[in-house]
């Protein structure tokens, strides 16, 4: 659970903003979405293994 303490002179606007930012930052979203739907382990090393060499493709063989 996310606390953001409202300091005294702080608009709510202000509060809202550093609650958005702590949300973002914490990832609830992105973990929630990749929980939807199970993968198999198999299918989560293949991705694995296409993106790293995609990277590697992209930003390593310079």
């Known amino acids: 659970m996310i606390i953001i303490n ?3 002179e702080e608009s709510i606007d202000r509060a809202l903003k550093r609650y958005k930012r702590k ?8 973990e929630l979405r990749r ?10 090393r293949r991705n694995e293994i296409i993106n790293a060499e ?3 493709r992209k930003f390593g063989a310079e």
């Open 35 to 44: 929980r939807k739907q199970y993968t198999k382990p198999s299918v989560e």
């Open 6 to 8: 409202v300091k005294d």
């Open 23 to 30: 949300h973002r930052n914490v990832g609830i979203m992105k």
């Open 54 to 56: 995609y990277r590697l």
